[in-house]
């Protein structure tokens, strides 16, 4: 479908370690129930129309990485976010119970699903449970705020994996998946703050090649009353024009005029259920 696949380099260096440990056969499985997931992921993506950069296989699971500006639309957010675990589980079930008639030793595939299945549906960030517990917190809170807690759950579930690591490896000398696990994923909640920003960025900076490479672009001028919800606007932004909208109250008297820059921001900061007098 024309997705590059990419694999974490510390993915490859654990694989070589894990292989001359004798534990080739199980790499490979797990590979396989990562790709799947993220698979789905993707699917689902194209599904909805949202557009996927590549799909990047991580020492932890893997990550679809979403070209278009999805924390617009929280919804689409849980739906992408759930395909992965869905389908994770879906397969955990079949192929237990499809084992016996297959004679083939599919416990570890079966395993490896389960686990995958349930802890991304944990509710923190970079998991999938994080993204949908984000979608269902932003109206409230904000996307911002909502990020920052759910990055913060991630932080806190990575440490309780290193802490349990460590007393494996101290009581067993059993622990070292725990701790290579927690260590990567408090690393990954704390970049996914920064990810939104990020992504915001990177709208505005693809405007900004195309008004510098053309040296002019056009815009799209839209007319609204105060109460209409910035969601709305949204839907009219486009890649190749700025945005921007001139708010009337009740009695068509203007109020002001607000750009696509500061709209984003607002929904941003104040969530899915903001109108555009909340953004004045």
Same mark, same amino acid.
């Given at each position: 479908?024309?997705?590059?696949?990419?694999?974490?380099?510390?993915?490859?260096?654990?694989?070589?370690?894990?292989?001359?440990?004798?534990?080739?056969?199980?790499?490979?499985?797990?590979?396989?129930?990562?790709?799947?997931?993220?698979? $789905?992921?993707?699917?689902?993506?194209?599904?909805?129309?949202?557009?996927?950069?590549?799909?990047?296989? %991580?020492?932890?699971?893997?990550?679809?990485?979403?070209?278009?500006?999805?924390?617009?639309?929280?919804?689409?957010?849980?739906?992408?976010? +759930?395909?992965?675990? $869905?389908?994770?589980?879906?397969?955990?079930?079949?192929? @237990?119970?499809?084992?016996?008639?297959?004679?083939?030793?599919?416990?570890?595939?079966?395993? =490896?699903?389960?686990?995958?299945?349930?802890?991304?549906?944990?509710?923190?960030?970079?998991?999938?449970?994080?993204?949908?517990?984000?979608? %269902?917190?932003?109206?409230? %809170?904000?996307?911002?705020?909502?990020?920052? =807690?759910?990055?913060?759950?991630?932080?806190? =579930?990575?440490?309780?994996?290193?802490?349990?690591?460590?007393?494996?490896? @101290?009581?067993?000398?059993?622990?070292?998946?725990?701790?290579?696990?927690? =260590?990567?994923?408090?690393? $990954?909640?704390?970049?996914?703050?920064?990810?939104? +920003?990020?992504?915001?960025?990177?709208?505005?900076?693809?405007?900004?090649?195309?008004?510098?490479?053309?040296?002019?672009?056009?815009?799209?001028?839209?007319?609204?009353?105060?109460?209409?919800?910035?969601?709305?606007?949204?839907?009219?932004?486009?890649?190749? @024009?700025?945005?921007?909208?001139?708010?009337?109250?009740?009695?068509?008297?203007?109020?002001?005029?607000?750009?696509?820059?500061?709209?984003?921001?607002?929904?941003?900061?104040?969530?899915?259920?903001?109108?555009?007098?909340?953004?004045?």
């Amino acid at each position: 479908m024309g997705i590059p696949i990419r694999v974490n380099p510390l993915f490859l260096l654990l694989a070589i370690l894990y292989s001359c440990l004798g534990l080739g056969r199980e790499i490979i499985i797990i590979l396989a129930a990562v790709f799947l997931h993220e698979i $789905a992921h993707t699917l689902v993506a194209l599904m909805l129309g949202i557009k996927v950069a590549e799909i990047e296989i %991580l020492p932890f699971g893997g990550q679809a990485q979403i070209e278009d500006f999805t924390a617009l639309d929280p919804s689409k957010e849980i739906y992408l976010a +759930l395909a992965g675990p $869905a389908v994770s589980l879906l397969l955990a079930g079949l192929f @237990y119970f499809l084992q016996p008639y297959l004679n083939l030793d599919l416990q570890f595939f079966v395993n =490896i699903n389960l686990v995958l299945g349930l802890f991304n549906l944990l509710p923190a960030l970079p998991l999938d449970g994080g993204r949908v517990f984000r979608a %269902l917190i932003s109206p409230l %809170l904000g996307f911002k705020r909502s990020t920052k =807690i759910a990055a913060f759950l991630g932080q806190f =579930i990575a440490l309780l994996l290193l802490a349990y690591g460590f007393y494996l490896s @101290y009581t067993r000398l059993t622990g070292a998946n725990y701790i290579v696990i927690g =260590i990567l994923l408090f690393w $990954a909640a704390r970049r996914e703050g920064k990810l939104l +920003l990020y992504s915001f960025m990177r709208y505005l900076l693809h405007k900004k090649a195309e008004l510098a490479r053309k040296g002019f672009l056009s815009c799209n001028q839209l007319v609204a009353y105060t109460y209409t919800p910035v969601k709305e606007i949204l839907n009219a932004t486009g890649p190749s @024009y700025y945005l921007v909208v001139v708010v009337l109250d009740e009695d068509h008297h203007p109020r002001g005029m607000i750009s696509e820059v500061e709209l984003i921001e607002c929904f941003l900061e104040k969530g899915p259920r903001v109108s555009l007098e909340d953004c004045q």
